[in-house]
């Protein structure tokens, strides 16, 4: 996630998508193979994959969960593209 | 329980306006093989799931279903945007602007509200899993035929993508069923 800093939020969302749906579906596969060893570090990889988009999406765009909304001082959860609107 | 998150499992960026193409896909959402039908299934029958695999499996398919109804939803909303009654009318789905206007209402693409009459729940997990992987096939057909009427490549990305979701869906299951029938045996 180096060159995070140039992408827009569709573009970083892009990349938040990929690294969540690879967890989603690795999970679903271990839920039938839970013994699988080459699965389980493919899934502790795209894990920590995972986090660390979301969390270079908040830094730089806004919370995707709402425990990571700013409080200070507005509602910062309000902010930025819900699922029945097209981002911009 | 659930957390929600701010986001699509692929983002829903549709650019042109279709009321007629949106009442078609609103099947995936409340129709009889539509992601609403999918997720309260998979989510009721795993409380009578006995194997800590058939749990997780149907939980974890069942939550996203739940995500799938979100973007068909979103699809829906994205291709109605600001259409008003005429276009409704001249699209042929004067009737569904009547009853809901620009809302999500779940129903059939022939406008039969949702029915929990759609799915069952048997506290039988053979008979459970055999209905599911029939509900992955079904919705994959209704995905299909939503393909064949659709000409907007925006909307097609995405259907061709939760059509794809379905596939996997039914290998899934259908290696639960090994599964649970190798534990009878
Ligand atoms: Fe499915």
């Known amino acids: 996630m180096e060159n995070n800093r140039q992408m827009s939020a569709q573009q970083l969302m892009q990349k938040v998508s990929e690294a969540a749906f690879y967890v989603t579906d690795l999970k679903l596969y271990l839920d039938t193979h839970p013994d699988d060893a080459r699965a389980l570090r493919m899934f502790g990889e795209a894990s920590r994959n995972a986090k660390a988009c979301f969390e270079a999406f908040e830094k730089r765009f806004y919370p995707l969960f709402a425990t990571s909304a700013d409080c200070d001082s507005d509602w910062e959860w309000l902010v930025g593209t819900w699922p029945s609107q097209k981002m911009a | ?185």
């Open chain 2, 1 to 185: 329980m659930f957390i929600f998150t701010k986001m699509t499992q692929i983002p829903v960026k549709i650019n042109n306006k279709n009321p007629r193409l949106a009442s078609y896909i609103l099947s995936q959402y409340g129709g009889p093989d539509g992601e609403l039908g999918a997720s309260l299934r998979y989510l009721s029958q795993r409380f009578a799931q006995t194997e800590k695999s058939g749990i997780a499996l149907l939980t974890d398919i069942g939550t996203e279903e739940l995500g799938h109804l979100e973007m068909i939803g979103s699809i829906v909303t994205q291709l109605t945007k600001g259409e008003g009654a005429k276009s409704f009318d001249r699209y042929g789905v004067g009737d569904y602007y009547i009853d809901h206007a620009n809302g999500v209402y779940p129903a059939s693409a022939a406008g039969v509200p949702f029915s929990a009459a759609y799915l069952q729940s048997k506290a039988d997990p053979i008979a459970d899993i055999m209905e599911d992987m029939a509900a992955e096939q079904k919705a994959r057909a209704t995905y299909d035929n939503i393909l064949r009427m659709c000409d907007d490549p925006d909307v097609t990305n995405i259907i061709r993508y939760l059509r794809e979701r379905e596939v996997v869906h039914f290998q899934r299951f259908g290696e639960l069923l090994d599964m649970l029938q190798s534990k009878i045996k």
